[in-house]
């Protein structure tokens, strides 16, 4: 059971570089290999189309949406025109393709540096180092952010129950006060939120 379906289905093009925008939804807007995602790493300039079955064994593949997936810059490196022959199948050297495999199945994610379960886990996470220094920074990162968001939610759910109270009682004093903080929550939450979703 792979861990992915298709959901996107463009028409034909000619043109690879055409799905771009299609691959951008299918894996919300986030690298296939690593997880970052597009405000990570400097925006949708820094991802790329990534050739499952690479161009220069596969061509007739070229513009085939079923063989595309969305990489960063990083990642799309890495994996090159990488494709296995019968010795590195045989020791399950294969690219991870969520429409192909079950990831859970060979990663283990519940750390920021990602573990490899399986041969075939290892050897990926070895080849988009997936454990290296930078990686966890980058996933602390995106969990401080995400911890400061919920702690601020929770800020302005009360400012705004405050603001219903002070409606109430017509105090107008604390009502701009309330409405004063509420804009400023709202703000800062949106901010954070730029800084790791879309
Ligand atoms: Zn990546």
């Known amino acids: 059971m792979p861990s992915k379906v298709r959901t996107q289905s463009p028409p034909q093009y000619s043109d690879y570089t055409r799905y771009k925008s299609f691959l951008r939804i299918e894996f919300g807007h986030s690298c296939t290999f690593c997880d970052i995602r597009e405000p990570e790493l400097g925006g949708v300039q820094s991802f790329c189309v990534e050739h499952y079955k690479p161009q220069n064994r596969f061509p007739k593949l070229e513009t085939e949406y079923s063989n595309l997936l969305y990489a960063c810059r990083h990642c ?8 296995p022959g019968f010795k590195q199948r045989i020791a399950r050297l294969i690219v991870l393709n969520p429409f192909l495999h079950f990831i859970d199945k060979h990663l283990d ?11 075939q886990g290892r050897w990926n996470v070895d080849k988009f180092r997936l454990d290296k220094p930078m990686r966890v920074t980058q996933r602390t990162d ?19 129950a405050g603001l219903q109270i002070a409606q109430r009682k017509n105090a107008r004093s604390a009502m ?23």
């Open 76 to 83: 799309n490196q890495w994996k090159g025109s990488y494709w």
């Open 109 to 119: 994610k519940s750390q920021h540096a990602w573990r490899g379960k399986t041969a």
């Open 142 to 160: 995106r969990a401080n952010v995400e911890a400061t968001i919920a702690t601020l939610t929770g800020n302005l759910e009360k400012a705004q």
């Open 176 to 198: 701009s006060t309330f409405q004063i903080e509420i804009n400023s929550l709202t703000g800062q939450i949106d901010t954070l939120k730029r800084k790791i979703r879309v």
